[in-house]
């Protein structure tokens, strides 16, 4: 979970963890606090300004708690891997990223991951999510 320090309406600052003099700073902010899509993509398109990484804003739909959300898009160059109940199979590096929302990522093996909605998960078919890292694990269950 990513955090934001906005003041007067500016995102400054995103961390991934808070020391405890951070938590109780009240111009710290999670997910949790994100109100709408609208607030997601400007948190994102400010992230993106101040850290020249991309991110991205998440809406993942009325069921889901927290519904909004902002998440730096994986790179070019990035090692994924493919993952489904518990399997999980290395599948090369991010090659491509395109599509409007960077609604498509292909790997070095070929494979394209296509975004689920405006959530932040890129599905190839209907089964495999796309992960970071080169992961070789198989469910012990089975």
Not at 35 to 51: D, I, L, N
Not at 69 to 86: E, T
Not at 90 to 113: A, C, F, L, N, Q
């Amino acid at each position: 979970m990513l955090y934001f320090r906005i003041i007067n309406d500016q995102l400054t600052a995103v961390a991934n963890e808070l020391t405890d003099d951070q938590h109780q700073d009240p111009t710290w902010t999670t997910r949790h606090d994100i109100a709408s899509y609208e607030q997601a993509q400007k948190m994102a398109e400010q992230a993106t300004a101040v850290y020249g990484e991309t991110f991205v804003a998440i809406d993942n739909g009325t069921s889901r708690w927290p519904r909004f959300d902002v998440q730096a898009l994986p790179k070019v160059g990035d090692k994924v891997s493919y993952a489904f109940n518990g399997d999980y199979y290395p599948d090369g590096e991010v090659t491509k990223i395109t599509g409007k929302d960077h609604r498509i990522i292909t790997t070095s093996s070929g494979r394209r991951y296509f975004r689920n909605r405006l959530t932040g998960t890129w599905l190839q078919g209907k089964m495999w999510y796309l992960v970071p890292g080169h992961i070789q694990r198989w469910n012990p269950e089975f």
